[in-house]
């Protein structure tokens, strides 16, 4: 065990998004996922982009840049155990935070005065984390998906079952190609060849199943990673053997959706465009200082039945707090304000729920009333 210096040129991918009629410059929240999503968690596209966080926050005047933590999805890769580490991306959000502040992002023509981090899960981990090592670079920290407790990480991993990535979801995640595949009859489908076969080979042994159900089957089972990407042109992403992720929709679904409360045809759109956690990410995840010195505004925004940092009930206090997020007060000493507010009937995967846009609306309300109205 040791330290080391990591040094080199990153690319950091990132979506920059505006309201329509322009922006003053002057405002802008940075946002970051957390662990199986990337930047288009922040601006899901599913249902007409009606849980997008981005668009609420447009609506309301601010100007948002999401970016893929270093490590993960368009950004740059790297050695899954000993680079991509949560020090090491909070290195590149420092770098961004100060890139938007100075006018130097490429394509954004100004600079920023005001940056607001915002989080969600491990990218709330590193907002904090950052706010503790950079006090002085941000503005305000909205920390979704958060909590101070930490002792049900160890149960969340564990139920992820995690496996490599890249034999997981073979065409996105390794190097395979469907080049060949995609002058094949289509495999992906509730009418297609496999179900079909499927439905064939189930009546023979003497059961009725209708092909819908059989899908559905496929559809929340490891089978349906490995042939997701039979039917687009995906870019493969090519992680090498240490980047990890959960099995299928039913790991993710225990730690991170609240069933009946959530839209499964969103849960499998997130399970077709997951993305994976480094080894290196698992191993560091819980270093972060006990307490930051930020001076500014605090958001923590949680979800009622969140298990990573609520084991499932954030009311499971024992009467001492008001909740177990609320608990993260003590992380802040020298906040100006400090909230914990808790989303009902919601898991730790908030922006994939039902109620998830008024939410969103309670988080731009929030800023307004301190200090940072777009």
């Known amino acids: 065990m040791g330290y080391q210096t990591l040094a080199g040129d990153y690319s950091i991918s990132a979506k920059f998004c505006r309201p329509d009629n322009g922006y003053n410059g002057n405002v802008i929240q940075l946002l970051s996922h957390g662990i199986g999503f990337d930047k288009t968690y922040w601006d899901l596209s599913f249902n007409d982009y009606n849980y997008s966080y981005v668009e609420v926050a447009i609506n309301n005047g601010y100007t948002t840049l999401a970016i893929d933590r270093l490590g993960i999805g368009n950004s740059s890769h790297g050695d899954p155990i000993n680079a991509i580490q949560a020090q090491a991306e909070i290195e590149a959000l420092n770098s961004v935070t100060a890139q938007l502040r100075s006018g130097h992002i490429p394509g954004i023509s100004q600079a920023f005065s005001k940056v607001i981090h915002v989080g969600h899960s491990f990218g709330s981990i590193q907002s904090y984390w950052f ?10 920290l909205v920390l979704t998906g958060y909590g101070p407790n930490g002792s049900f990480l160890p149960t969340t991993v564990a139920s992820w079952n995690l496996r490599i990535a890249r034999l997981d979801q073979p065409l996105r995640f390794g190097n395979a190609s469907n080049a060949l595949i995609l002058r094949n009859p289509q495999f992906y489908g509730s ?19 209708g092909r819908q159900e059989i899908w559905e089957d496929i559809a929340t089972t490891e089978l349906a990673n490995l042939i997701n990407g039979y039917n687009t042109s995906v870019v493969s992403l090519d ?7 959960w099995p299928d929709l039913t790991a993710n679904q225990y730690a991170f959706l609240l069933k009946g409360r959530y839209d499964v045809g969103l849960g499998l759109a997130a399970e077709s465009g997951k993305q994976p956690v480094t080894a290196g990410e698992l191993l560091t995840i819980g270093s972060s200082p006990a307490l930051s010195s930020f001076a500014g505004p605090v958001l923590v925004f949680t979800g009622s039945h969140d298990q990573p940092f609520c084991g499932g009930d954030c009311f499971s206090t024992g009467g001492t707090v008001a909740s177990i997020p609320a608990q993260a007060k003590q992380q802040f000493p020298n906040a100006s304000a400090f909230e914990a507010y808790i989303q009902p009937e919601t898991a730790h995967g908030l922006n994939l729920h039902y109620n998830a846009t008024a939410g969103y609306k309670v988080i731009q309300n929030w800023l307004g009333s301190h200090g940072l109205a777009a």
């Open 239 to 245: 992680y090498p053997s240490g980047y990890l992720v």
């Open 131 to 140: 706010s503790s090592l950079y006090p002085n670079n941000t503005d305000g």
């Open 191 to 209: 009418n297609n060849r496999l179900v079909r076969a499927t439905q064939a080979i189930l009546r023979e042994l003497g059961f009725n199943v």
